[in-house]
């Protein structure tokens, strides 16, 4: 899927070590952790009211290249960073106005980031198209800075 760099693959998966750190909402039937499964079909919903957070936490340093979201009726996605140990001291790499779902479908958005070292990604959903958004995969391709070292 990816022409430029074949050897970036999404890190933003449980089988790669990746976990959700943190939100601000749960549902039993819908857990964050279903961001992170690999799966099209399952999803984190959020609970009403903005702004919803979700950190989503690498088992160490990871190069980030391109960032891409799936999601039902997000508006404003805002993506901060952090290298700290812990989900710390995080910096804004961009914020991104998604265009509304069409027929019921997903939104598949590409947010504009530079590539940039993270050891934890925050995504801030500070408004949606409706009362409550379903956060489908959020895409982090990229490559283990650690292994690329040795």
């Known amino acids: 899927r990816n022409n430029k760099n074949p ?6 998966l449980e089988a790669t070590g990746a976990q959700v750190s943190h939100t601000t909402s749960w549902d039993q039937a819908h857990p964050p952790e279903t961001v992170i ?3 099209d079909v399952t999803f984190w919903t959020t609970t009403g009211l903005f702004p919803q957070e979700l950190i989503i936490t ?6 980030v290249e391109a960032i891409e979201s799936r999601t039902f009726n997000a508006k404003t996605i805002k993506i901060m960073r952090s290298v700290s140990m812990f989900p710390t001291e995080f910096n804004e ?6 265009p509304p779902n069409e027929n019921g479908q997903q939104q598949r958005f590409t947010h504009k980031v530079n590539a ?3 050891r934890h990604l925050k995504f801030v959903f500070t408004s949606g198209w409706d009362d409550f958004i379903g ?5 982090i391709l990229g490559e283990n800075v650690d292994l690329k070292q040795r």
């Open 7 to 12: 050897t970036m693959k999404n890190m933003a």
């Open 37 to 39: 499964d690999g799966s």
């Open 58 to 63: 690498f088992d160490s340093v990871v190069q």
């Open 93 to 98: 790499i961009c914020t991104s106005e998604v």
């Open 116 to 118: 940039t070292a993270v």
């Open 135 to 139: 956060v489908y995969a959020l895409e």
